[in-house]
């Protein structure tokens, strides 16, 4: 089945950097995704990866894929107040020839000053 | 801003009645995705549109259905609303070809069914 688990909440200190952690259950993903929803506005792309690669950065952000282990992470360096929002993992199902992204049910990061 | 636009931004009605929503993709996007998030239920897949043919389908209730017109412009249909539809509607586009993996989505548009 189709299933993608994070962790809920995550605290940092401004200039730390943040890790927000993310599994899925579909071995035939083709590609994983990270989302970014602040209070009161839609989904914001970020950034997303094919499942044959096993990292990709842009700027800040590091995505690392695991696999074998169906994990993956969204690295943000430096974290920032403006960071602070709910981000998503999602992955797009490789068995159905659609769209469709089934996401999980979201990170909340907080950024300390 | 992601390009895509979705009207009405709120939307307050009563059990029973029926509501239509509204999104316009971005320019030149030919698919159109409709996704529902609620506290309970989190992000879930509706329904997607390609150039106006049904392409798939999620999580929908038979009392909701859609369209995607020869503009591009889709319409989420809800009736027979119940507490339970109150969620934050959304709609997202993507390209063709190369870029079909790349989905924006629009702000929005919340429900709340009293």
């Known amino acids: 089945g189709e299933d993608v688990e994070q962790s809920l909440f995550l605290s940092v200190r401004e200039g730390d950097s943040s890790v927000i952690n993310c599994t899925y259950t579909d071995s035939s993903s083709t590609y994983l995704y990270w989302y970014k929803q602040e209070p009161g506005a839609g989904l914001q792309l970020l950034t997303y990866i094919f499942s044959n690669m096993d990292m990709k950065q842009d700027q800040r952000l590091t995505v690392l894929l695991n696999k074998k282990d169906k994990h993956l992470s969204l690295r943000i360096a430096d974290t920032q107040t403006g960071d602070s929002a709910i981000y998503f993992c999602a992955e797009k199902a490789g068995s159905s020839n659609t769209g469709k992204l089934i996401f999980g049910q979201g990170t909340t990061l907080q950024v300390k000053p | ?114």
């Open chain 2, 1 to 114: 801003d992601s390009g895509v636009t979705q009207t009405p931004k709120h939307l307050i009605t009563a059990t029973g009645q029926r509501v239509t929503l509204r999104c316009s993709p971005r320019s030149g996007d030919l698919s159109v995705y409709w996704y529902q998030q609620s506290l309970d239920q989190g992000l879930q897949f509706l329904i997607q549109y390609y150039n106006g043919e049904e392409r798939a389908k999620g999580n929908i209730l038979e009392r909701f259905s859609a369209q995607q017109f020869p503009d591009l412009h889709s319409e989420l249909n809800l009736s027979s609303l119940e507490l339970g539809d109150s969620a934050l509607y959304f709609c997202a586009s993507s390209a063709r070809g190369a870029l079909a993996n790349e989905q924006f989505f629009g702000p929005g548009t919340r429900l709340t069914v009293l």
